[in-house]
């Protein structure tokens, strides 16, 4: 290799060492990107292919956006029938499906885009957040993870609105991050103001990522205690200022000008956010979950969808957290562990015992299942290849890992034929 091109590598962090050359390090570098090029591929794979045979999806929500189109009064408050009754969501996620349909016309493939598009860039987002804490292997792990989870790849190939509300809440996390890291309020404004417009997606559920991004800061921010506190308090207004925006807009507008809000008792959205959207999610009952409780995401109705990652990832959590010793100010490695472990606890918490949601609300749980999986994975490797008693885990965990999804599968015959010899290559 010539000398500008090593000057060029080694400038670019690539140094000369005991164990290779510049030239090596490049192509490691080389293969990861080939590595992580192939997982974005096939993320883009099963979000895209044959997603004309999804028809419309959502029919409610494939008729807001028909009715958003007649006109900006429609769009703006998200009209569902003709302008008389508004849809049970906040507009945002709905407006971006009205933009594609308005540039490839109505179609469903066209409603569905959106949400294929942002689960590809998920996938990219979450490959980056971990690599920078985790190295390469457990970022390239994840991002695989995320991108064959089975929650997560059906709602990437549906307009219901997880997917749009994933890449933003992974947005907000990446801002959160920096914030720590540069100690700039910037950045944690900027965080605060995605968590607003995740708001504007689907309401109250993106509040379930807000204690991970506020102990993160609390924890590890570069700036003293009483300032931490200041800025968060600077950012929780920014971050109420945007959420209620459009809530308080279509409130303070007369009812006689705009649609009566859909599954609301009083005409106003502050109802239909604090009731049918909150409250009623939390203590209401819906059977298309199983019964609350600490196994609840290993049911049948949810253990299909990502209950399947769990064992992994809860050990997964445990072996990286004893890989370093935590010292303040919190380094990357548990600053991640932060923000991943609080997230999945917070989120399954919610999910276990919550009364009312549908299953495809699971999908806020994958990001940090398939960072915690990626982190877990390479940790427990790290002790396999070490002397002591916690070289079995490894084996142990992915042996556990292996029966559980072999039970689930017991409830999915065609698949279960096809995949069980794939976990299980000894079973007869």
């Given amino acids: 290799m010539s000398r500008l091109g090593e000057s060029y590598l080694v400038r670019r962090g690539f140094r000369r060492g005991k ?17 992580l090029a192939a997982v974005l591929a096939l993320s883009a794979f099963l979000n895209l292919f044959r997603l004309t045979s999804e028809g419309y999806s959502n029919v409610y929500y ?16 998200a009209s569902f029938d003709a302008g008389f009754v508004s849809v049970d969501k906040p507009p945002l996620a709905l407006w971006v499906q009205a933009a594609s349909a308005y540039l490839f016309g109505f179609h469903g493939w066209s409603l569905l885009l959106p949400q294929a598009l942002a689960g590809v860039l998920s996938v990219g987002l979450v490959y980056y957040l971990v690599r920078r804490s985790f190295g390469p292997a457990a970022g390239l792990l994840a991002a695989l993870t995320l991108a064959l989870t089975p929650i997560s790849v059906a709602i990437n190939r549906h307009n219901n609105l997880e997917g749009l509300l ?9 801002a959160f991050v920096l914030a720590v890291e540069t100690g700039r309020l910037r950045w944690l404004l900027v965080g605060a103001l995605v968590v607003g417009l995740g708001f504007n997606i689907k ?27 200041l800025r968060l308090g600077l950012a929780m207004v920014v971050l109420l200022a945007v959420s209620l925006s459009w809530a308080v807009a279509v409130d303070l507008t ?69 890989q370093r010793r935590p010292r303040l100010p919190l380094d990357r490695w548990h600053q991640a562990l ?44 790290n002790d396999y290849r070490s002397p002591g008693w916690r ?15 072999m039970h689930i599968l017991i409830d999915y015959p065609a698949w279960s034929h096809r995949l069980a010899p794939v976990i299980n290559p000894l079973r007869n």
């Fill in 19 to 35: 164990r290779g050359t510049a030239y090596e390090a490049w192509h490691v570098r080389k293969g990861e990107y080939l590595a």
């Fill in 62 to 77: 494939a008729a807001t956006v028909k009715n958003m189109l007649t006109g900006w009064h429609n769009f703006f408050f």
């Fill in 166 to 174: 994933v890449l933003a809440v992974l947005l907000a996390a990446w």
């Fill in 203 to 229: 309401m109250l559920q993106v509040f379930l990522v807000l204690p991970a991004f506020y102990l993160l800061y609390l924890l590890a921010a570069r700036t003293s205690w009483w300032r931490r506190f």
């Fill in 254 to 322: 007369p009812v006689e000008q705009r649609p009566y809000v859909g599954s609301s008792f009083d005409n106003t959205v502050t109802d239909l956010m604090i009731g049918w959207n909150g409250v009623q999610r939390l203590t209401g009952s819906d059977n298309d979950t199983g019964d609350p409780g600490p196994l609840r995401l290993l049911n049948q109705q949810l253990g299909g969808q990502i209950g399947w990652l769990l064992p992994l990832a809860v050990v997964g959590l445990a072996a990286a957290s004893w």
């Fill in 338 to 381: 932060v923000l991943w472990g609080t997230w999945f606890a917070t989120c399954a918490a919610f999910f276990s015992v919550a009364g009312d949601y549908d299953p495809h609300y699971l999908v806020m749980l994958a990001p940090a299942v398939a960072a915690l999986v990626g982190a877990g994975v390479v940790a427990l490797w």
């Fill in 391 to 405: 070289g079995w885990l490894l084996p142990l965990t992915l042996a556990g890992t292996a029966s559980l999804q």
